[in-house]
């Protein structure tokens, strides 16, 4: 009997614990030191987890209850026509077929430009790190100096370039494009990571009668499998949330889920239906989202290395 | 001459024909480096001189788009937002960055639980942000109407629809998009401060406020100017949230350049406009970017 009651108290007492992760023992807790860092902390918790709670309430409510009451407030009556509305029939303008299009769109657009961004920024950086040849060294610069440079001065030379090759306004030319930016800090990624692979092991296979592919596929690609998770990570999320690219180098049948959620909730016509709109806009920050959270110290090892390295 | 550099090629085994196959495979970088990147630049600064419109035209008229751009109102507002919107994304990043880092630092509990909560909006779209933002500060439905149903009537709280406050409305979306990456980064700075370092000054009886002012500061250095780099870029770069916050209004008030840019180019007709603006932006990417290369790679290659 007293079992189940200290076990009720332990219930009783644990949502208090959730919203405030003050520890275990309120003794050594609560000192005026943790009240000021768990505090602050919390209240940029909120600044942080506000958008996302306020956006998935907006997202299952209905209008009329939008217009009563209070966008905080969570819904009373769930309701999920929102999500559906705006996966399949919400308009852009132009056409209403929700944003299922552009989610195809950018899964069409993303997977191709993931794989040969990483395939030839991997083999780049290889090249830089094991087999330096002369000159290699400038054409690296030039591509980090590229990644600096505002994208807007190479718009519409690349438009030209795509127009040229006959790809401009189609998924492929994106791509290129994807390919052509992701190229810099992808580079520096696997070069820096190949020169910390063991120069040794590298020289036991060139006496061993290993070439440049032999060793980049039987060596180096199984060796560096983490680093492409990162690489891995790092597109999928920049491709996925690209605008500009999007917007410039596709016609609107092509147009990626960003450029399209943007059209919908952005759309000058009819009345505005907030419900559907912040469905939508958490439709398109699902994948990021799950990629970020199933990755977890990885993504965070991803933006370290990309930025701190460089 | 010739007996040294065969016996050159015997030691290292890299010779020409060997590392064909490096050369080839760095094909694609260097065309992206030559022709997109270099290539791409010059044909842009170049055509800024011309009087390109709806179609590139090497006509040149020297420096008549530069004395339109910075004559053009449009073009002032811009340049004035980005200044005021990069300045505050500047102090706020890092003083926010650091000290949440300095927080989350202090071995407390659930601190894996914080940073992902901080760091999360980082992996999302400026689309999404800017769209999530202009809900929230939506005058008549969100925060203004809500403090104004809890009694204070006259309370005005909507940045995005005056012209005077719009940019800080975008600032603030802003921030709550990158501010984590920085955090994160600083982070990792802290991390890799010696332990000893802490204890040295325990025992001398610093504050715990004054080693960080004065002894963990000037040892992050590095990570400072990383993050200094990464917040200019993203100023410069800065186009997305507008377009999904704002679409450059109430009027034309919160146009940033990029945007000046992409309108000028795509949507009205006057490439040279266009260039003019994009190279002005090279231009201030530059002030930037050569003192921070010249003290990384100088020092680098100095090693």
């Not at chain 1, 405030?20 to 943790?34: D, E, L, M, T, V």
């Not at chain 1, 006496?207 to 597109?235: C, E, T």
């Not at chain 2, 530059?286 to 290369?293: F, R, T």
Request: proline fraction near 5%.
């Amino acid at each position: 009997m007293t079992e189940v009651t200290t076990l009720d108290t332990r219930l009783a007492a644990s949502p208090g614990m959730v919203d405030g992760p003050r520890g275990a023992k309120p003794k050594r807790a609560i000192s005026p030191r943790n009240v000021f860092i768990y505090g602050t902390l919390l209240l940029f918790s909120v600044y942080y987890l506000l958008p996302l709670y306020v956006m998935i309430v907006t997202s299952l409510k209905g209008m009329p209850e939008i217009r009563l009451g209070n966008i905080f407030a969570p819904p009373v009556e769930i309701t999920f026509e929102p999500w559906v509305k705006a996966w399949a029939t919400a308009c852009t303008g132009l056409n209403c077929e929700g944003l299922s299009r552009g989610f195809w769109n950018s899964v069409q657009i993303t997977v191709p430009s993931v794989v040969l961004s990483i395939a030839i920024a991997s083999v780049n950086g290889y090249a830089l790190a094991n087999w330096r040849f002369k000159g290699a060294d400038v054409f690296f610069t030039i591509l980090i100096f590229g990644a600096f440079i505002p994208y807007q001065v190479m718009l519409y030379p690349i438009v030209i370039l795509l127009r040229e090759l006959g790809i401009y306004g189609t998924l492929w030319g994106l791509i290129l494009v994807h390919t052509i930016f992701g190229m810099p800090i992808l580079t520096l990624l696997f070069r820096n990571y190949f020169t910390t692979v063991p120069q040794e092991l590298f020289k036991a296979a060139r006496v061993d009668g290993a070439g440049f592919w032999g060793i980049y596929f039987k060596i180096m690609l199984p060796m560096s499998l983490p680093i492409f998770v990162v690489a891995i990570i790092i597109q999928i999320t920049g491709i996925w949330n690209d605008f500009l690219f999007g917007v410039v180098y596709t016609k609107p049948d092509v147009y990626p889920m960003t450029v399209q959620l943007n059209n919908i909730v952005n759309s000058v016509q009819g009345v505005k239906e907030y419900n559907v709109n912040m469905a939508a806009t958490i439709i398109t920050g699902l994948v990021p989202l799950f990629i970020y959270f199933v990755s977890g110290k990885l993504f965070v090892r991803g933006i370290a290395a990309g930025a701190v390295k460089g | 001459m010739t007996t040294i550099r065969a016996t050159a090629a015997t030691q290292r085994p890299i010779s020409l024909f060997r590392n064909k196959a490096a050369k080839i495979a760095a094909i694609p970088m260097i065309l992206t480096a030559l022709v997109v990147f270099m290539g791409g630049t010059i044909w842009t600064v170049v055509f800024s001189f011309t009087k390109s419109r709806l179609l590139p035209k090497a006509q040149f008229i020297g420096l008549d788009q530069y004395e339109r751009l910075w004559s053009s109102s449009k073009w002032g507002i811009a340049i004035e937002n980005m200044v005021i919107y990069g300045l505050c994304s500047l102090v706020f990043s890092l003083v926010i960055g650091f000290v949440l880092a300095a927080l989350l630092d202090q071995k407390i509990r659930f601190e894996n639980t914080f940073r992902s909560i901080m760091l999360y909006p980082f992996a999302l779209s400026f689309i999404v942000t800017g769209l999530v933002w202009q809900w929230i500060l939506n005058p008549d439905f969100g925060i203004q109407k809500v403090v104004r149903s809890m009694g204070w009537e006259s309370f005005s709280f909507d940045p995005l629809n005056n012209q005077e406050i719009v940019i800080y409305g975008i600032l603030i979306a802003g921030l709550w998009q990158g501010t984590g990456l920085i955090m994160c980064l600083m982070l990792a700075g802290l991390r890799g401060i010696d332990e000893d370092i802490w204890k040295a000054a325990r025992v001398d009886g610093i504050p715990a406020w004054k080693t960080y002012i004065f002894i963990v500061i000037p040892m992050m250095r590095a990570v400072f100017v990383t993050t200094l780099v990464i917040i200019a870029s993203g100023i410069v770069k800065l186009y997305d949230l507008v377009v999904a916050q704002t679409s450059g209004g109430p009027g034309i008030a919160s146009e940033v350049p990029a945007k000046y840019v992409y309108d000028a180019m795509f949507l009205s007709q006057n490439l040279g406009q266009g260039f003019a603006g994009s190279t002005m932006m090279l231009l201030a990417v530059l002030i930037v970017l050569i003192p921070w290369a010249y003290m990384e790679f100088g020092g680098r290659q100095r090693d």
